[in-house]
């Protein structure tokens, strides 16, 4: 019985790739693995190791997270950009919604006070130190309700994502 390797392009989004089949495959081999020497293709995750996260679930984190930082009249807003890299293939290893919420309430209990002095337009990054997720956002002011939005614009797994905005390094 033969078994089946995916490929999609390193980035391309995960919901926009055509699969190329493998079908001299033996095993399927973790990421970043190269296969038949072609160093532009990365093997995809499949099956119940990968569990891609849906609109419906990001807006329940997004509830979630409001009322974490509701005390400092913070709103958590995402973009539709981190979405899609949520679910990136990129990441290596999915991103959950528990990883999420954790590093929200990390957030709040360590930077919580920080955040809401952040000036407006101000850009900064969260970093999860034990999960290596990095989540760069902007503070933006919702004239509509006179809170500040903590804008969430992309979100990505990398041991050492480096940005020339203040890095804040969540425990």
């Not at 089949?21 to 990968?50: C, N, Q, W």
């Not at 919420?101 to 955040?115: C, N, P, S, V």
């Not at 407006?120 to 956002?137: G, H, M, Q, T, Y």
């Amino acid at each position: 019985m033969k078994t089946f390797k995916e490929y999609t392009f390193p980035y391309t989004p995960i919901d926009s790739y055509r699969p190329t089949v493998d079908l001299t495959a033996g095993t399927i081999e973790p990421y970043g693995s190269v296969s038949h020497g072609l160093d532009t293709f990365k093997p995809m995750v499949t099956g119940s190791k990968r569990k891609l996260i849906t609109k419906s679930q990001l807006d329940q984190v997004e509830k979630y997270a409001d009322r974490i930082f509701r005390s400092l009249d913070i709103d958590v807003e995402f973009t539709k950009h981190f979405l899609q890299r949520l679910n990136d293939a990129r990441n290596k290893e999915q991103i959950t919604t528990n990883e999420l919420i954790d590093l929200f309430k990390r957030t709040r209990q360590e930077y919580g006070a920080k955040i809401k002095n952040f000036k407006p337009e101000s850009e900064a990054v969260l970093k999860d130190l034990e999960n290596d997720i990095n989540l760069p956002f902007v503070i933006v002011v919702d004239k509509k309700n006179n809170e500040l939005d903590m804008v969430a614009k992309t979100i990505m797994r990398k041991k050492d994502f480096k940005s020339s905005d203040p890095i804040l390094k969540v425990k």
